[in-house]
C-alpha cells in the first residue's frame, strides 16, 4: 500500500471510526482501525463486533493493499501532527508514515485478521434530513434502558410508517417519543430495535453532518449511510412494548412555563434530595412549586410562575428524569400536564407536536 | 445573622474559599464554610488545617452572627441560583437563604467548633505584582516533589533577598527557578519553604486578579493577601537543598529553537515511548533530531530546525519533564542547551534571563 492524503481528511477519517473501538480487547485486532485502498481513495475501518464503521477519504493511491493499526496510537498522532500532507506505506505489517521532518512506523497487524463487517446490499429503504435525525435522536436516546436484562428497551424502537419515522425509548418509568418526516417515504412498513450504543454513536458521527442519512435495512443488520461514512448494527431480536397504551389521552392539570425556571428549580431541590432523587411538584391557580426537603441537608421551596389551567394537584418525580427531559429541548417554553399522584404525567415543548415525554411518578 | 448580599459577590467569595474544603472529612465541619459578619461585611472562611482561606463580600448586616454551613451545598445552590440578590438569615443551626421565588434552609454546625485560623499580625514584608507573581509560580510550580518523604522538597523554595524574590522548585530530577522583582524591596533577607499545594491554591485563585499581593511571615506560617483575600499556610520546616551548585556555569552545545516545533516533536516520540518515557535528543549542525522506539508500538523520528553552535550532543530524557517546561512558557522560542550524556541540560525562554530550568537526562 502506498498513498498520499491530507493530514486533515486522514483525521476527520480516523475520527469517525475511532469511537467504536476499545483499547483493552484481548482480541487485539479489535484495538486496531483497518486501512485499505479502494478504487482511488482509502477505506478505513473499525468494529467492536457490535457495531461496524467505515468511511472513506480522498487520497493519491500509488499502490493497493491493506493493514491494521493500533486506533489509539495512529489518532493521537495524526492528531499532534502539525503537517499538511502525510504519505502512507506498508512494508509487510508495519505502516510508515510520512510527512517532512517526521518519520515513523506503526507495527499494525494483518488485515486478514479483521473481522469482516457484514455488507448490507439492499437498495436504501429510506432517507431522512440529517439535522432532523440528530435533534430527533438528542430527544430520545437518552431515556431507553440501561439495563442489560431487558434488551427489547435497551434499545431505541424505530418504527416506519408512510411518510414518517416513529422514534421511542423507555425504560419502563418515562417514555420519549418523536416523529420524523421522511424525506423518501417507504413502501413497506417496518419495525425494529436499534442497540442504544449504536444510536449514540451515529448521534456523535452526524456531528454537525447536512444533507441526508440514507438507511438500509437486511434481516438481522441496520445501515446508515452519510457522507462518506457507513454505520452497520445488528438489530435487538424482541418485541419493543405496546407502549402507546399508556400514553394518557386526557389530563387534568396543565401548566405552561419557562423551560429555564423549571430547570433551576429542579436543580435547586435536587441539592435537598441527595439520595431519594425525590422532589414533590405542585400545580395550582398561583403556578407551579417545586420543593424537596432532607433530615441531614436541609429543604428548598421554589416557586415558578406559569399559567395553569384546570385541577391543583401534586407528585413526586425523580428529578434527574425531569431534567432529561428539559435539558434536550431547544424551545423556551414547556408544558407540564398531570392527572394524579399515581398516574403518568406529560412534557412537550409548547408549539411543537412532534415529540412527548411522559415520567411515571414515584409512590412513596 | 442576617444580611443581603448579591448573588455574584457570594458566588465569587465562595469560589475563592470553596477550593481547599473536602467533602469527605470525618470531622464533619471541616467540610464547612464559616460565614460570619464582619465589620458591616461577610467573612467567608474555609480551612484543611494545613491552609486557611479568608475573604470578605460587601453586603447589607442587618444583625451580627456567624454559622458553618456544607461548602458543596451552598456553592452548588448559589452557583444555580438565578436570582441577582440574597438575604442570609441564620438561627440556631440553620441558614435560611431566601430570594423572589427560591426559600431555602441548609443545615449547618456552630460556628465555635470550626478550627481557628491562624492570625498572622505583623506588618507586610512585602509586596509582589500579583500579574507577575502567578506567572512565575506558573513556570515553577510543577517541578517540585510530589514524594511525601521529602518534605523539605515537596514545597517551593521562596527567597527574598533586597528587590527580588527568587522561587525555587525541584524534585531532584529536574528543577525550575525564576526571579521575580518585588513591589517592595525588603529590610532583611529571609528564605522559606510554602506547601506546593498553597501555591497551587494562591496560583488558582489569584486568577485574573490585578493589583498587589502582599506578603507577611510569622515564625512557622505565611499570609497572601490580595484585593480581598487572605490565604494562610504553615510553612516546611527543613533546609532546601543547595540546588545553585548544581546548576551548570557553561554547556557545550546550545539549540534555538521554536517552542511549538519541538513541543510537536516530543508528543509525537512520546507515543513510541509507553513504558519508559524516554526519548532521545540529538543536537547536531543540522538541528534538533527527537526520536523514540517501542519493540510493540514502533518508532519516530523528528527532525527540527534549530541554530546550533557547538559541538554535536546526544541524551535520553524522560519527555514528560521536558514538555512541563515547555507547556508553560510563553515564548515562541526557547534554547536548549547540552553538555553530555549524563549531565544536566537547560531549557530557557529565548530572550528572557529571570527564568531557568534544568533537567537530569536519564541513564540508560
Known sequence: MKLVCTKDNLKKGLFAVSRVVGSGNSLAVLNNILLKTDQGRLKLSSTNLEIGVNTWIGGKVEEEGALTVPARLINEYITNLPTDKVTMSVKDTTLSLESENYHTNIRGLSSEDFPLIPQVLDEAYTKIDSEELRKALSETVWASSQNETQPEISGIFMAFEEGKLRLAATDRYRL???????????????????PSRTVMELYKILGSSKGMVEIYFSETQVLFKFD????????IDGNYPDYRQIIPKEFKTEAGLSKDDLTHA????????????????????????????????????????????GEKNTATFNFRYMLDCLNNLAEPKVVFRMINDASPAQIVPEGRDNYLYIVMPIKL
Chains 1, 2 share one sequence.
Open 228 to 235: 462518506e461514512t457507513e454505520i452497520i448494527s445488528r438489530l
Open 176 to 194: 420519549a417519543e418523536r416523529m420524523v418526516v421522511l424525506d423518501q417515504p417507504v413502501s413497506a412498513s417496518r419495525e425494529a430495535i436499534v
Open 266 to 309: 429542579l436543580k435547586a431541590a435536587s441539592l435537598f434530595a441527595p439520595e431519594s432523587n425525590n422532589v414533590q411538584i405542585s400545580v395550582d391557580k398561583d403556578g407551579v412549586t417545586v420543593n424537596a426537603s432532607s433530615a441531614q441537608a436541609g429543604e428548598n421551596v421554589t416557586k415558578v410562575s406559569a399559567k395553569v389551567t
